[in-house]
């Protein structure tokens, strides 16, 4: 098919059914029933697999992949050689939104939808997305099950969207659930407190289905009562221990938070094989593939390094709860007896910039002064205005400036290209999966002399 019309097809379900990934508020639309619409149209393509639902604040994304890329290593039933067909389903997208959803290959990694089947998707269903006025999100999640029914997988790890209880994707009925953690995030939809916020990402928990919790936190009655009301078998992942006891510098997946992760990653895992008879070879290749879970599935932006000299990081990570833990890491990436890098660091360099929605202030406090702040905002609608960003930031007493418009690839172009670097920086690229997102292409083609 002709490039141009896939295109123009993308862009009119950006544009005509606005995502919360560009417009925020006025994207989002809690409830189900569009999404049973949808879905009764399509015929219920989320009735012929079977599937793992994961919500929570941050880490969702990491270990949906993480899973998915463990599981994919699994035998079918009743066959040595064929592999489990996996399902991927996770957001945001940072380059292309076929990045949404993938499913496992024959070739040991996970493929995007080919932009033929998204196109046919996106033209024969059109009149029924504008007559509910579906969202973007609502369209991508139907688009995803449709495909995983089509391509007939075994199992697809599903990630919630925001929330939990009225996420389009809670129309699945799981053999297992997972909620990461929980923090203070999106409050204008989730609630203003960690136990409304942990009420809401409840409501993925399914009677008589397992769940797993990757922390306790402050909010475990809240867990503890909604399994105990849905007869659904809980386990907390910290008290499950680290089953895979995987080595940290193997994993593909940088960065401290990965530990909480895979410790999530493991409890659900241990539940899934449970009932499934597995030889041990498979057991070796799962672990390798949790290993490689980066190159495996091709998810980007989880302390990813863009360029060694200097040495560039940059991360998705874009609420408090999650600079609790990465706002250390990039303080101890300039100790001279670092745990992070492999050689000492002159200067620290930060290029950051945040949505509008964010709880700016609760993440301040989190970042390190030691670095020097290039202030940047991000396309689109959501993104905090760059000039009232340095101003916030000025107030706190973080060192930083602007760069021509404040443009992501803008200040990278002015600060790279104009040779404002030294070989020995660490410079991180962050405060928003945006600003990441937009960063990504400008590394591809940039080399350093």
């Not at 070739?107 to 080919?114: H, I, K, S, V, Y």
């Not at 995803?144 to 389009?168: H, T």
Request: net charge negative.
């Amino acid at each position: 098919m002709e490039k141009r019309l896939y295109d123009q097809e993308i862009e009119f379900i950006f544009n005509r059914f606005p995502s919360f990934q560009r417009n925020g508020a006025s994207a989002y639309k809690p409830g189900l029933d569009n999404m049973r619409k949808i879905v009764a149209h399509l015929g219920d393509p989320q009735e012929s697999f079977k599937s793992v639902h994961i919500a929570g604040t941050n880490g969702k994304g990491s270990t949906s992949h993480m899973i998915a890329a463990a599981l994919s290593a699994l035998p079918k039933e009743g066959s040595s050689v064929e592999r489990l067909k996996v399902g991927l389903y996770t957001s945001p997208h940072l380059a292309d939104f076929r990045e949404r959803m993938k499913i496992s290959s024959g070739n040991g990694t996970f493929q995007m939808p080919p932009q033929e089947f998204v196109y046919s998707f996106l033209t024969e269903n059109k009149g029924l997305f504008i007559e509910l006025d579906a969202s973007f999100f609502e369209i991508t999640t139907a688009m995803a099950f449709y495909w995983f029914a089509a391509e007939k997988v075994d199992i697809a790890v599903v990630e919630c969207g925001l929330g939990g209880r009225l996420d389009a994707t809670n129309i699945l009925t799981p053999v297992l659930s997972i909620i990461t953690n929980i923090g203070l995030d999106h409050c204008e939809y989730l609630g203003n407190t960690l136990e409304e916020i942990a009420g809401e990402k409840c409501g993925i928990i399914k009677r008589a289905v397992p769940v797993v919790v990757g922390e306790k936190s402050t909010v475990e009655a809240v867990f503890r009562r909604r399994a105990l009301q849905m007869h659904a078998p809980l386990v907390f992942a910290e008290e499950a221990g680290d089953l895979l006891n995987m080595d940290m510098e193997k994993m593909d997946l940088k960065g401290e938070y990965q530990r909480k992760n895979i410790m999530c990653a493991g409890a659900a895992l241990s539940l899934l094989l449970e009932n499934i008879a597995v030889p041990p070879g498979a057991v070796e290749k799962m672990y390798e593939n949790i290993y490689n879970t980066a190159s495996i599935t091709s998810l980007q932006g989880r302390w990813m390094m863009l360029c060694k000299v200097p040495h560039v990081i940059c991360d998705t990570g874009h609420n408090a709860h999650a600079f609790k833990i990465l706002g250390g890491e990039l303080h101890k990436s300039l100790l001279k007896n670092s745990p992070y890098t492999d050689r000492p660091y002159g200067r620290g360099v930060a290029f950051f910039g945040v949505v509008a929605d964010k709880d700016l202030d609760a993440i301040m406090h989190l970042l390190p002064r030691e670095f020097f702040y290039f202030f940047v905002n991000a396309k689109g609608k959501r993104a905090l205005a760059v000039k009232e960003l340095k101003n916030r930031m000025d107030v706190s007493g973080i060192e930083g400036t602007i760069l021509g418009g404040g443009g992501v690839e803008e200040s990278l172009k002015l600060f790279f290209d104009g040779k404002m670097y030294k070989p020995d920086d660490f410079i991180f690229i962050g405060g928003s999966s945006y600003v990441v997102a937009e960063a990504l292409p400008f590394f591809q083609n940039f080399k350093t002399e």
